[in-house]
Structure formats: C-alpha cells, structure tokens
C-alpha cells in the first residue's frame, strides 16, 4: 500500500505485509493510523508515520476468507471488516480485538448447512463488498454480491433492516448527521434508503451500465459507471 502526498504528489509511505493483495484501506478519523484489508483475510493497523504494522487482525473469531471491505466509525474506535465469507467483523483500535460479528449471508446462521452433499467449506457466500457506520444512530449497514443492504443494530447486534437491489453493492455511505444511506450498486441505480425504517426515499441516479464506484461529499452524491458517465 503506497500512502500519498495529493498535494505534492510525492510518496510519503510504503506499508508492506499482507500475503496476498490488498483490497480495501481507510484512515482513522485522527489520520493517526491506517487500515487495510486483504484476501489473506487478515486487517492490519498501521503507523503512517514510521510505515510500521502495530497490530494484525487474524486467526479465531476473524474472517475465513479475504476481507473486501473497511470503514472506520466516526464517533468510536471501531472498525468494520466485510468479508468474502459472508460476514463483517467489528474490531476495537484500542484493545486491539475482535468484539462482534454480523452475518451478512444468512445461510452462515447454520453451521451445519450442507448444499448438495458438499461440507460448508464449499459453501459459496454473498461477500460483503460494502459497509458504513451512521453518526447518528447505532448502526451498521453492509452491502453484499447478493444485492442486500442489511441495518444492523450494534447494541442489541440485531438486524434491524434489509433493503434489496437488483445486483451487486458497490458503496455505502451514511449522510452525516442523518440515518439516510446511500447505496450504490451493479444494477445500474444509487438510492437513497432510511435505516429506520428500511425505505427508500429516492432514486438518485440511473446508468445505462454497472456502476463501479460511488462519493459522497457536501451532500453531493457522485456516481461513476461503466457506461463511460459520471453524474
């Protein structure tokens, strides 16, 4: 992972460690550490400053496979992970540890599922390829391949929502100071959906293609496809 200097567009740091390719980063709100994920499917914090790997997320009650996903939450030391596996892992920066899961994919509720007389290593799970965090409100949102926008509670780590496009979810992004989500997905489309509630309330944009990535800025939503068109 190469860390930039946008102004001066000089390197400013090299983080190197993850086995296999990095997929996923975000500083903390502090822009005191950074976070990666990766398909070796651990989450490593890292001091910007010196380029060194201060803790790695990995092992027992962590992701089983590749991790796609990271955001770190505003108003706590938290971090979520979502994962090919189906799931999304909250850790802590400060103890350095895992402290809850949600499952994304609902056939993981079942450890003992079987599909066609195959063991649940062959599984093939919805991953978890967007999440977000609300400032407001306890919530956590992930998106999945399977085209599911789930609200999950992090009191009462129930879920409280589920919100369905028609395809894959490319980027959530909370509103700030609202429980307003905006999902952008493969289906072409980004909404904008009330967490309390499970609703949509707007349809922002339509492409002609798949849309590939999504920003949010100053209450101005930003969608870029495969169409060849940013709106």
Same mark, same amino acid.
């Given at each position: 992972?190469?860390?930039?200097? +946008?102004?001066?567009? #000089?390197?400013?740091?090299?983080? %190197? &460690?993850? @086995?296999?390719?990095?997929?996923?980063?975000?500083?903390?709100?502090?822009?005191? !550490?950074?976070?990666?994920?990766?398909?070796?499917?651990?989450?490593?914090?890292?001091?910007?400053?010196?380029?060194?790997?201060? *803790?790695?997320?990995? &092992? /027992?009650?962590?992701? =089983?496979?590749?991790?796609?996903?990271?955001?770190? $939450?505003?108003?706590?030391?938290?971090? %979520?992970? &979502?994962?090919?596996? &189906?799931?999304?892992?909250?850790? $802590?920066?400060?103890?350095?540890?895992?402290?809850?899961?949600?499952? *994304?994919?609902?056939?993981?509720?079942?450890?003992?599922?079987?599909?066609?007389?195959?063991? =649940?290593?062959?599984? @093939?799970?919805?991953?978890? @390829?967007?999440?977000?965090?609300?400032?407001? *409100?306890?919530?956590? %949102?992930?998106?999945?391949?399977?085209?599911?926008?789930?609200?999950?509670?992090? #009191?009462?780590?129930?879920?409280?929502?589920?919100? !369905? /496009?028609?395809?894959?979810?490319?980027?959530? %992004?909370?509103?700030?100071?609202?429980?307003?989500?905006? +999902?952008?997905?493969?289906?072409?489309?980004?909404?904008?959906?009330? +967490? !309390?509630?499970? @609703?949509?309330?707007?349809?922002?944009?339509? /492409?002609?293609?798949?849309?590939?990535?999504?920003?949010?800025?100053?209450?101005?939503?930003?969608?870029?496809?495969?169409? *060849?068109?940013?709106?």
């Amino acid at each position: 992972c190469w860390i930039w200097d +946008a102004s001066s567009g #000089n390197c400013l740091s090299v983080l %190197a &460690g993850h @086995e296999a390719p990095l997929t996923c980063g975000a500083f903390t709100p502090n822009g005191k !550490r950074a976070v990666t994920g990766s398909l070796d499917g651990t989450v490593r914090i890292w001091d910007p400053k010196t380029s060194s790997c201060v *803790h790695t997320f990995s &092992g /027992h009650d962590w992701h =089983e496979a590749g991790v796609v996903s990271i955001t770190c $939450s505003q108003s706590s030391p938290l971090f %979520a992970a &979502g994962g090919q596996d &189906g799931t999304v892992r909250i850790g $802590s920066l400060e103890a350095k540890k895992a402290v809850a899961t949600f499952t *994304h994919d609902t056939k993981r509720a079942n450890a003992n599922l079987v599909q066609d007389g195959a063991d =649940e290593g062959h599984i @093939e799970y919805a991953s978890v @390829e967007a999440v977000a965090f609300c400032d407001t *409100h306890p919530f956590l %949102a992930s998106g999945g391949t399977d085209g599911v926008i789930k609200i999950f509670d992090l #009191n009462s780590h129930s879920c409280r929502q589920v919100c !369905r /496009h028609q395809d894959t979810i490319v980027k959530l %992004a909370f509103v700030p100071q609202t429980a307003l989500l905006v +999902a952008a997905s493969r289906d072409g489309t980004s909404r904008v959906w009330d +967490a !309390r509630s499970g @609703e949509c309330v707007r349809l922002l944009t339509t /492409h002609d293609d798949m849309i590939v990535d999504m920003a949010l800025s100053s209450g101005v939503v930003s969608t870029c496809s495969d169409d *060849h068109k940013c709106r």
